[in-house]
């Protein structure tokens, strides 16, 4: 299994309203392409203007695959426009992971 970890940080005092905009207009879409996500979390300590989430792949391929048609979904095209019009994340990143032996979820 490949595990997809992206975190994203947003403006102070703007994390909600992104999170709104994303559950109103993004999450259906990007769970119709990529499934389910493993996790969707919000920081509680530390960095609270972050967030992070994974999605899981069965290999690299499986996830271009996904990742490929949810790119070319016009819908999914629309939620970038208003997340990119509302500027309320200002970094991101990911990382591939994969489990370590001992660990089989």
């Known amino acids: 299994?490949?595990?997809?970890?992206?975190?994203?940080?947003?403006?102070?005092?703007?994390?909600?309203?992104?999170?709104?905009?994303?559950?109103?207009?993004?999450?259906?879409?990007?769970?119709?392409?990529?499934?389910?996500?493993?996790?969707?979390m919000q920081t509680d300590t530390g960095n609270v203007n972050s967030y992070m989430h994974i999605?899981?792949?069965?290999?690299?391929?499986?996830?271009?695959?996904?990742?490929?048609?949810?790119q070319k979904d016009p819908d999914w095209t629309a939620y970038l426009a208003k997340s990119a019009e509302a500027a309320y994340v200002i970094s991101q990143e990911n990382r591939l992971m994969t489990a370590v032996p001992f660990f089989q979820p």
């Open 1 to 40: 299994m490949l595990y997809d970890v992206r975190t994203y940080t947003c403006r102070p005092g703007t994390i909600r309203k992104h999170l709104a905009l994303y559950a109103e207009h993004g999450y259906e879409i990007q769970s119709r392409h990529l499934g389910k996500p493993l996790a969707y």
């Open 55 to 70: 999605w899981v792949y069965r290999d690299a391929a499986d996830r271009e695959a996904r990742r490929l048609a949810l």
